[in-house]
């Protein structure tokens, strides 16, 4: 079993179950028109897998990677039988997923970048994350801001730093956004949060 990171809100069993009913989050509308028709894709923290089952419903082939046992068993669990067959599940750490090189059209990373240990490992998998792409390859996530409430205990990102990151990619979509709201289980939060897609070159 590997060792998770701290959950800054609960226990990762109970955010699970808190998120099981959320919808997925609106960046995949903007995401929609960008995919192919069909591919495959690599979910890093893909959680109880609303984007797994998701791609999965569109004909993609998707590797959903969770560092917790009882996510992967979610997202089983919320598949049809036709779509279980396009999933394989595998159980890591983010800094050490195996993302196969050239070999995906999408790699998910939805609110997860900012639980990997550190910076350099943060380095490490996102050149892993370039080279599992093929050309033109697209990669959705967000990073955290430097005002947001989790920053004494998660990464965070300034704009400088997120442009460095970006610099050998094509930006479909950047937004910052700002704002006071709430955890999924209802926690008073400021959010600080860059949500991404961008394109590889």
């Known amino acids: 079993m590997p060792i998770l990171p701290p ?3 609960t226990s990762w ?22 995919l192919l028709e069909k591919g495959s894709a690599i979910d890093l923290g893909c959680g109880v897998g609303h984007a797994v089952k998701w791609l999965a419903g569109k004909g993609w082939t998707v590797t959903a990677i ?34 196969e090189p050239g070999t995906y059209d999408l790699v998910v990373a939805s609110y997860s970048l900012f639980f990997v240990e550190d910076k350099a490992r943060l380095a490490e998998l996102w050149n892993r ?8 390859g ?9 005002r947001d409430d989790w920053a004494d205990r998660l990464l965070t990102h300034s704009a400088d730093e997120l442009s460095g990151l970006l610099k050998d990619w094509e930006v479909i979509h950047l937004e910052e956004a700002e704002q006071d709201g709430h955890t999924s289980q209802g926690m008073t939060k400021h959010w600080h949060v ?8």
């Open 66 to 99: 969770d560092g917790h046992e009882m996510a992967l068993e979610i997202v089983q669990s919320r598949l049809s039988e036709e779509e279980r067959g396009r999933v394989e599940t595998r159980q890591s750490m983010l800094e050490d997923a195996l993302i």
């Open 194 to 201: 860059y949500h991404v897609i961008a394109k590889k070159s």
């Open 7 to 9: 959950n800054p809100v």
């Open 138 to 146: 697209i990669f959705l996530f967000e990073l955290l801001g430097l």
């Open 13 to 34: 069993s109970d955010y699970y179950q808190s998120t099981l009913s959320k919808p997925l989050h609106p960046l995949f509308s903007i995401l929609e028109p960008h």
């Open 129 to 136: 994350i370039q080279i599992g792409l093929k050309p033109g």
